[in-house]
């Protein structure tokens, strides 16, 4: 089967072809972050035009790299949401009129199940079932997967994302967006203890987050001043510390509440370096099992829709050719149903 996915929900364009013999044949990613950039974050009107002015190419592109013709392709997997309504208006729209031309069914597919199965796309895919943590700007969850669609919630943040503080502590260090890869960049030359910063929730005796405390000390450190280069640098080093700290802590705490031995870590934030060493430490500590999608694969991406389009299929949920189209702009995960086994 060759599902042909789109992904638009936020600053990302994204397409690809997922062939459930061969696997990944093409995908193609555009990324808005320059655009966005000067104005410190995601302006809606101006991603979803952009989007617009992507898709069909992206998508000619990827067709073409995969040697392969419109008309061969077997279903359209699209992001129905979380996201951005515009953005996804673009997608869902492109999506269901492909399909309806060519009278191929069309599925819709959270954005969120998309990057939790992403890391099944590597040589060394994961087993079911297993503990993710679903980090990036606008989520921070840890969830039990016991299968495609069978995801139940052990905790989340109650207020800001991680990447969210991450993106809010670069602005007010007068770095750039997004937050994350900029902190990380400054954090290198930074001084590990040279400023103490809180882990929000770290002894809380729950699994859920809380990252805007964290917010707040960083203008507490930035309105005391920050001297010379060293001084910013340093205070990076203690963002990017406490958040990956909570981050890692709660992650190995919710593999203890579960009895599992495998943690799943993607989203956005789970490209960060820090993150993926300080959990291969626990990992070669503790024994369990660790998983992260390729990097290429942790940003809003169309392979993760191709790929979670075509498993939902596999396991049996159906999809029709569409007369029209919804997006969900807000949509919890836990409201997903698991697909009718086969």
């Not at 419109?70 to 953005?87: C, K, N, Q, S, Y």
């Not at 991680?162 to 400054?186: N, Q, T």
């Not at 400023?195 to 930035?222: E, Y």
């Not at 099992?289 to 940003?299: I, Q, S, V």
Request: some cysteine.
């Amino acid at each position: 089967m060759l599902v042909l996915g789109i992904e638009t929900s936020c600053d990302d364009t994204g397409v690809a072809l997922y062939c459930t013999r061969r696997g990944l044949l093409a995908q193609a990613l555009h990324s808005q972050i320059a655009m966005h950039e000067r104005y410190g974050g995601v302006v809606p009107e101006l991603a979803s035009r952009d989007h617009v002015r992507r898709l069909l190419p992206l998508t000619e592109q990827v067709l073409e790299q995969a040697g392969v013709a419109l008309a061969d392709i077997d279903a359209i997997a699209f992001t129905e949401g979380p996201g951005l309504a515009g953005a996804l208006l673009v997608g869902a729209g492109v999506a269901s009129s492909i399909a309806f031309a060519l009278r191929k069914p069309a599925i819709g597919i959270h954005h969120l199940e998309g990057h939790l199965l992403s890391p099944m796309l590597s040589e060394r895919p994961p087993d079911f079932p297993f503990v993710a943590l679903l980090v990036s700007g606008g989520h921070t969850q840890l969830m039990r997967v016991d299968g495609v669609g069978r995801y139940a919630l052990l905790g989340e943040t109650l207020d800001d994302a991680a990447g969210e503080a991450f993106d809010k502590s670069a602005k007010l260090l007068g770095l750039g967006y997004p937050g994350g890869p900029a902190i990380a960049r400054l954090a290198q030359t930074g001084r590990d203890g040279a400023v103490a910063l809180p882990r929000p929730m770290l002894h809380s005796g729950d699994l859920d987050f809380s990252f805007s405390g964290l917010k707040t000390a960083v203008l507490t450190a930035v309105r005391r001043g920050l001297p010379d280069e060293q001084a910013r640098a340093d205070l990076a080093f203690a963002v990017q510390a406490a958040i990956v700290d909570v981050l890692v802590a709660k992650s190995l705490a919710a593999l203890e509440a579960s009895g599992l031995g495998t943690l799943v870590i993607a989203g956005g934030v789970s490209a960060n370096r820090r993150l993926r060493d300080l959990v291969a430490l626990a990992q070669a500590e503790r024994g369990f099992d660790a998983h992260f999608p390729a990097p290429a694969l942790c940003t809003d991406n169309g392979a993760m829709i191709a790929f979670a389009g075509a498993l939902r299929l596999a396991a049996g949920q159906a999809a029709v050719v569409p007369s029209g189209f919804t997006v969900r702009p807000r949509w919890q995960l836990s409201e997903l149903p698991a697909p009718p086994r086969a």
